[in-house]
């Protein structure tokens, strides 16, 4: 079975610009999230999404980010204006929505806003 | 009180020791936890989950549930070089509202 999907793998961008980051989660899964990880604040859960409703954006640092789940396979995380401060790991993550299930990781995007 | 709290070590074992990583968590009605593993550029990759007080073994790691206490640890017997990675707990509060500690940093040296 294909697992989370996450593209791009790699996003190098001059601050200022706008940055799509996207998601298809495994098939079958209700539950979606991004999460942010960097060095000092370690992972941070941004928002999620239940049955493609967006459920807790507490996460979102700044009206800056902003997500969409259009469909049950798609989902996009996306920053504009960028600024160096928001260069991290980006993770999007699925579970199935029976029972208390892990979460399954995508790869990441590794973000780097120069 | 952060909700998921963790050593951030870094902890160093032996090759062949065990190593004891623990978590506590703050919201008392959280019902499942669970432990991931990260290596270094990697995502997090699930090892373990617990959902009842007590211990669950999967080769050579346990999980242990404490619910009156808040906590939760994880065994590594024989711990190899390739065990070295962070260890994340993470306490799914409900809803698969799921919360991560800032994660264990284990060496195992050869």
């Known amino acids: 079975d294909a697992g989370v999907i996450q593209s791009p793998r790699h996003e190098v961008t001059e601050m200022g610009q706008e940055v799509t980051l996207r998601c298809k989660p495994i098939s079958g899964h209700d539950y979606l999230f991004w999460y942010r990880q960097t060095m000092m604040r370690g992972l941070e859960l941004l928002i999620y999404?239940?049955?493609?409703?967006?459920?807790?954006d507490s996460g979102m640092p700044e009206d800056r980010f902003s997500a969409k789940m259009p469909n049950a396979s798609f989902s996009t995380l996306k920053i504009q204006p960028s600024e160096p401060r928001d260069s991290a790991v980006y993770f999007c993550?699925?579970?199935?929505?029976?029972?208390?299930?892990?979460?399954?990781f995508g790869d990441g995007t590794r973000l780097s806003i120069l | 009180q952060k909700e998921v709290e963790q050593n951030s070590g870094p902890l160093s074992v032996p090759e062949g020791a065990i190593a004891s990583l623990n978590c506590t968590y703050s919201d008392r009605g959280s019902q499942s936890f669970f432990w991931y593993r990260q290596y270094s550029g990697k995502s997090p990759e699930l090892i373990m989950f617990i959902y009842s007080n007590g211990d669950k073994e999967d080769g050579r790691f346990t999980a242990q549930l404490n619910k009156a206490s808040q906590y939760v640890s994880l065994l590594i017997r024989d711990s190899q070089p390739s065990d070295s990675a962070t260890y994340l707990c993470?306490?799914?509060?409900?809803?698969?509202?799921?919360?991560f500690g800032a994660g264990t940093r284990l060496t195992v040296k050869p």
């Open positions: 993550a699925s579970s199935h929505r029976v029972g208390n299930q892990p979460q399954h």
């Open positions: 999404f239940n049955n493609n409703v967006p459920i807790d």
């Open positions: 993470a306490v799914n509060r409900g809803n698969n509202d799921m919360r």
